[in-house]
């Protein structure tokens, strides 16, 4: 059974640091993984999809990567500002199947 | 604008009565979804849709019902029997056929059992 976990729970630095998140997943037999964010109240913003061929994906100041062989995948955001705070979450879709695991997310806090 | 729509965004209930929560697509996708979100417990499936006509159960099926008559529309409905049902609930879609195809979420809709 897919289990996804992401630590820390809770993560704040000063505005303007680079950061990174991390997704780990213990079967790595996946199709793929996706990163989303989640503001307080709000539904979840597809951030990042990495297919299980792709070593990373960015998209502005992110940057996702994946390493199948350990479990791993980390998200990096460059340049953190105030309105990076929010809710990231990873999501893994395995082989064989039907539903996204995903994990309980990393609530991120800029600092200005 | 393509996108998902839930709706109502907030709604209240008394116990004993059912309501039914909306969700519209106008992407075109074949699967769908729908997720419950409680603090502390992440995102749980409750059923979802890879075709008209035709649903499965997720892991918490219990004392909810869906239907599946339309590509567009994937309405939930919170009957009775679910216990708790105080809760976030999204619903998601994504292109069917495709295992790799990226999710995507609506805005949410708020369930208060008063």
């Known amino acids: 059974k897919q289990e996804v976990t992401q630590i820390p729970a809770a993560l704040s630095v000063p505005e303007g640091e680079n950061l990174v998140l991390n997704c780990s997943f213990t079967?790595?037999?996946?199709?793929?993984l996706q990163w989303f964010r989640q503001d307080p109240g709000k539904g979840l913003t597809s951030l990042l999809l990495?297919?299980?061929?792709?070593r990373e994906q960015t998209s502005g100041r992110l940057n996702a990567s994946l390493d199948k062989s350990s479990g791993r995948s980390t998200l990096y955001i460059a340049a953190s500002q105030p309105g990076d705070s929010a809710t990231y979450l990873c999501a893994v879709k395995t082989q064989g199947a039907q539903k996204l695991v995903f994990g309980q997310g990393t609530r991120l806090t800029i600092n200005p | 604008d393509g996108g998902i729509t839930q709706s109502p965004k907030y709604l209240f209930r008394k116990e004993g009565q059912n309501v039914t929560l909306s969700c519209e697509q106008n992407l075109n996708h074949d699967a769908m979804y729908w997720y419950r979100q409680d603090p502390g417990q992440g995102l749980r499936l409750i059923y979802y849709?890879?075709?008209?006509?035709?649903?499965q159960k997720g892991d918490i099926a219990e004392g909810y019902s869906v239907s599946r008559e339309k590509k567009e529309s994937f309405p939930l409905t919170v009957t009775s029997a679910q216990k708790n049902p105080t809760a976030f609930y999204l619903c998601a879609s994504r292109e069917g056929g495709r295992n790799t195809g990226e999710l995507f979420f609506g805005e949410g809709s708020r369930l208060t059992v008063l």
């Open positions: 079967d790595s037999a996946i199709y793929n």
């Open positions: 990495i297919q299980s061929s792709q």
């Open positions: 849709s890879q075709i008209v006509n035709d649903f």
